[in-house]
């Protein structure tokens, strides 16, 4: 199962921003697009990763039911 996520770059005098549509604080700059791509890659493991061990904090000892919950995409992205 894949999940596809729209990344967005935008070209500035000093190279490049990128952020991602659907992951709200995943975003990153570089001097080049490639270089801003590599970036954006470990910004949304790593806003990933934050949220997760937030959400682990948030219901440390609690009685929950934790599952794989895959999203299947019924449209394509532009």
């Known amino acids: 199962m894949e999940i596809t996520l729209t990344a967005v770059f935008q070209k500035f005098s000093e190279g490049y921003v990128g952020f991602v549509e659907e992951l709200p604080g995943a975003n990153t700059q570089g001097e080049t697009l490639e270089e801003t791509r590599a970036n ?39």
């Open 40 to 78: 954006l890659e470990e910004a949304v493991r790593l806003v990933l990763e934050a949220n997760r061990e937030l959400s682990e904090e948030a219901i440390k000892g609690e009685d929950v039911i934790r599952e794989p919950f895959p999203i299947m995409s019924h449209h394509a992205v532009a």
